[in-house]
């Protein structure tokens, strides 16, 4: 357990940096109408099932239109 709590002054701001990154992108994918690749649902599903920055990152190079 003390362990754990050494690592909460890392752990906090990385998770709350991860869930900043994805409401941004939900928000980005729910508002916008145009994707390069696939359409809205299949990016609602990359983003939230790849949460740990991943999905929200391939939505930012692969599926966001310019």
């Known amino acids: ?3 754990f709590k050494s ?3 890392f752990i906090i ?3 709350i940096a991860e869930l900043a990154l994805l409401g941004f992108t939900l928000w980005h994918i729910l508002t916008h109408k145009n994707y390069k ?3 809205r649902t299949l990016w609602v ?3 939230i099932v790849g949460m ?3 999905g929200p990152v391939l939505y930012f ?3 966001k239109e310019d």
Request: no cysteine.
């Open 1 to 3: 357990m003390e362990n």
């Open 7 to 9: 690592l909460l002054p």
């Open 13 to 15: 701001p990385i998770a």
């Open 37 to 39: 690749y696939g359409n």
């Open 45 to 47: 599903i990359v983003a």
């Open 52 to 54: 740990q920055f991943i």
């Open 61 to 63: 190079i692969f599926g």
